[in-house]
């Protein structure tokens, strides 16, 4: 067996090996990647590990022992990928690197842990999607509720946020899918919280727990961090992001600024069905980008931009001025054509500063990093020029904050040559004439190079060997070279140095004498110019916050320009934004299928929903005529609103929607051993607790996954308490194939019929994917079948059969009229579901109330809302 750090406990290593405990030993929870000059090598357990993981040989070492060290490396400038794919893996990576020249250092070479990957502090733009940020995230449980923060190290971006509310537990996982971490800090109470773990093993996250203390704000630079006693929560979860950042990137980096929470009703709730049905970004049958909303309406240049729109997506708005300041913005890029097109053109292919800023804040920018840098600023006064007449009030902001670093730019310009080398020891990075010293010490060098052609002519004259050669390496420095034919011709005045197979190495006095010379020259002309380029990379983190307010400028400037180009060649409309609780869409068209398909060929369809007899639309016709497509593109349509995107539509009035809840699909969660049908009522369920007479519903087949009554019986009541002002009362697309749900619209206030169009001619149907008023009675179910290619046999047996049960029913369906109003006395689940709902709700409420930290005032205003949900409860006992 290979030798582990177990068996060495107590052992004497040699002194690399011990440095290399030491090291290890700091930081056990990580594989230590050990830096032996141009490698990094692994030891014992790492090593075995890591040769495994990533198929690499495993050799051995000396380590001071009788059994040699299990030992596995990887090339220094090759490192960054063999960790990216150790990260991905779930690992953490400790980089032990040396911190004195090797040629300076007496005895062994002092090494240190300089920098810590983790999942979830990844700053190598490489390694990660350029389209998406990275999030590490944070949750504390206190009690029943929750603080949640996330950060992308990479760019900096910061959100944070308490979870207060009724449903936390839900509301956390819901901001969890939407944030999808790849690595997740948890306090102890919350990593047995069953809804989060539920959520964990459908999910491939690194999960660390961490101890109460860890959570602690109190000794967090209040410039970072500043709350107050009332803010609850949120500073727990942010403090421990901050530390944990900290520690493993041994900093905090500069890019990091100020944390300010956010506003959960500040924004449209989607919880993971929602985004997952409605195919934001990545399709349900392949999860693919392409196909997905995203796919159609990202038209950014950059990858700032990208990030920024793909945000907008996930996380719509709920207030009404920010959403007209947003539609004022793609406005105003839509109607200037010229300006557009040049700020894109302009916008094209620029550098990714918003990550770049987080390698400038932790000061591992290299040459050629700065050289974009120094590309993007370049690209500013021109940028500005083009934007100055832009009307919009959140465009000027954006162009005010578009800061050219005038000084930073000439400096950048006058001191680094335009194509330097990625290392920053090996000189060649500063331009000639931005310093004398370095000035000087190059022309000795390239002297030097002359004198050396010159010997190598005037050695090869004086022995008579044409091929004669005069070299460089590392180990052996300047030697002359001479073929093996030659020997003979050799003066006694060569040292031989090596022997070869084809060649002998000499070296000369003359040689050896010039050699210090040039080599002196050559390093202190390699130490001044890292040096210098230190120092020109400390005046580039001076300039670091406005750097990030350009950052974000450009991304602002890229989205909403994008969306005005969406909108300019899909022909979209600019979406009226009320208060009320209605919704019109006219000839409104599905955005991803409208671009998929000629738009010429696509049915566009209307919509209008209100407040009094046209809350819930019963939608029948049969299956592939278009009822899914028609219900997703509406609920699309109200989130690019809200999102600040003009709209595939004639015309759209928007009635603010607080949230978009989708039942569709059907789906076993084998994991949690949910059957299909239990599924669908886990949904339908959180429906009725959870929405909101601003919500907005996309039901489709509710109750199919049961018997024939139990389905209808369901679905009828649940259509019956959602059509009910005095339970629910919002705007609801409910598709279905239990036709006697078309009796309710003379039944219940607020429902109304609508059907796909069919036209059937000669047995043979045609979907016509219109949408009419009133309902249908035919599913062609048996047409679709032979459509779909089921044999002709099964076919013509199905007709048969449905001939001969219509004939038994005398063709009559199924009644409701007698039976649908509620017996006296009878149980209504729905209504004893949501009773409990809210006493969980006002209980939750009270238990929050912290009666020492209250004003007087506070104290009257929270009555108040208590009085108002014991009101609401009794109104609806």
């Not at 959570?215 to 630079?221: Q, S, W």
């Not at 983190?541 to 450009?554: D, G, H, I």
């Amino acid at each position: 067996m290979p030798l582990t750090l177990k068996d060495i406990e107590g052992e004497k290593l040699s002194p690399m090996m011990e440095q290399y405990v030491a090291e290890k030993n700091k930081r056990p929870d990580c594989i230590l990647f050990y830096r032996l000059g141009d490698f990094f090598e692994l030891f014992f357990d790492d090593a075995i590990l890591v040769a495994r993981e990533l198929e690499l040989t495993l050799t051995k070492r000396d380590c001071g022992l009788s059994e040699r060290a299990p030992m596995c490396g990887v090339p220094h400038h090759a490192a960054d990928l063999y960790i990216s794919r150790l990260v991905n893996k779930g690992y953490k990576v400790a980089i032990c690197d040396q911190v004195e020249d090797a040629s300076q250092a007496k005895g062994l070479v002092k090494r240190e842990i300089v920098r810590i990957v983790t999942p979830g502090t990844v700053t190598d733009s490489a390694a990660l999607d350029e389209t998406k940020y990275s999030y590490i995230a944070s949750v504390y449980k206190a009690g029943h509720v929750f603080g949640l923060a996330a950060c992308d190290v990479s760019s900096g971006h910061f959100e944070t946020t308490a979870l207060l509310s009724e449903a936390a537990d839900r509301r956390l996982v819901d901001e969890l899918s939407r944030l999808r971490p790849c690595e997740l800090l948890i306090n102890q109470l919350g990593s047995k919280d069953l809804t989060i773990l539920s959520w964990l093993r459908e999910n491939d996250i690194a999960v660390t727990i961490l101890s109460d203390d860890y959570f602690i704000p109190a000794d967090i630079d209040p410039d970072i961090l500043e709350y107050s006693d009332r803010d609850y929560l949120w500073p727990n979860a942010s403090a421990a992001l901050v530390r944990y950042i900290a520690d493993n990137q041994l900093q905090l980096p500069q890019n990091i600024r100020k944390i300010f929470p956010y506003r959960q009703q500040d924004y449209m709730l989607l919880d993971q069905s929602a985004r997952r049905n409605l195919e934001l970004t990545e399709t349900i049958r392949d999860r693919s980008y392409k196909g997905s909303l995203l796919w159609v309406m990202d038209r950014t240049k950059t990858s700032m931009g990208s990030r920024l729109l793909r945000s907008w997506l996930e996380q719509p708005l709920l207030n009404q001025t920010d959403i007209e300041a947003r539609l004022d913005a793609v406005a105003d890029f839509l109607d200037q054509f010229i300006v557009r097109e040049n700020c894109r053109e302009m916008l094209a292919g620029l550098y990714d500063l918003e990550r770049l800023s987080s390698r400038i804040g932790l000061g591992t920018v290299n040459a050629r990093d700065l050289i974009a840098l120094k590309n993007v600023l370049e690209r500013i006064p021109s940028l500005r020029s083009e934007l100055e007449n832009l009307v919009a009030d959140t465009l000027q902001d954006l162009v005010s904050d578009l800061d050219p670093h005038a000084d930073l730019y000439t400096l950048l310009e006058r001191s680094l040559v335009d194509d330097p080398p990625i290392s920053l020891t090996e000189g060649k990075l500063i331009k000639q004439g931005f310093n004398e010293e370095v000035d000087a010490y190059r022309d000795i060098s390239e002297r030097g190079q002359d004198w050396l052609l010159e010997y190598e002519q005037r050695e090869r004259e004086a022995t008579g060997i044409k091929n004669l050669r005069v070299r460089y390496n590392k180990v052996f420095g300047y030697f002359i070279e001479i073929t093996k034919s030659n020997l003979h011709l050799v003066p006694d005045r060569y040292i031989r140095k090596q022997t070869l197979t084809n060649v002998e190495r000499y070296i000369s006095e003359e040689l050896k004498e010039r050699e210090d010379k040039l080599l002196g020259a050559k390093q202190k002309l390699n130490d001044l110019e890292y040096e210098l380029f230190s120092e020109i990379r400390e005046q580039v983190k001076m300039n670091l916050p406005s750097l990030q307010r350009t950052a974000r400028a450009l991304a602002g400037l890229d989205a909403y320009a994008g969306l005005a180009d969406l909108a300019d060649r899909e022909s979209y409309v600019r979406p009226e934004i009320t208060d009320d609780n209605c919704l019109t869409i006219s000839q409104g068209r599905h955005p991803v299928l409208s671009r998929l398909t000629a738009q010429s060929t696509f049915v566009p369809n209307d919509l209008e929903l209100d407040t009094l007899d046209r809350r819930c639309m019963v939608l029948t016709g049969p299956n592939m005529s278009g009822k899914s497509t028609y219900m997703r593109q509406n609920a699309l349509i109200v989130l690019m609103a809200q999102m600040g995107s003009f709209v595939p539509a004639q015309s759209a009035s928007i009635g603010l929607v607080d949230r978009i809840f989708t039942r569709v699909g059907a789906a076993d969660d084998i994991g949690s051993g949910q059957s299909t049908f239990m599924v669908e009522m886990t949904e339908v369920a959180t429906i009725m607790t959870q929405a909101t007479t601003s919500s907005l519903l996309i039901l489709d087949e509710i109750g199919r996954g049961t018997s024939t009554y139990d389905g209808l019986s369901i679905a009828w009541s649940v259509l019956e308490h959602i059509a009910d002002k005095s339970y629910l009362g919002c705007r609801t697309l409910f598709a279905t194939h239990y036709h006697e749900l078309t009796d309710l619209a003379e039944l219940k206030n607020g429902i109304f019929n609508a059907h796909i169009a069919v036209s059937e001619k000669e047995g043979e149907i045609v979907f016509l994917h219109q949408i009419r008023p009133g309902g249908t009675d035919d599913s062609y179910g048996i047409e679709v079948a032979r459509l779909a290619g089921v044999p002709q046999s099964v076919v013509t047996r199905a007709r048969e059969l449905v001939m001969q049960l219509e004939a038994d029913n005398q063709g009559k369906r199924l009644v409701m009229r007698k039976g649908a109003k509620q017996q006296e006395g009878q149980i209504d689940l729905f209504s004893t579901a949501r009773s409990v709902y809210e006493a969980d709700k006002l209980i939750a409420e009270i238990e929050k109330i912290d009666i020492d930290q209250m004003r007087p005032i506070d104290a009257l205003s929270k009555l108040h809302d208590l009085i108002q949900i014991a009101k609401k409860m009794r109104n609806q006992g």
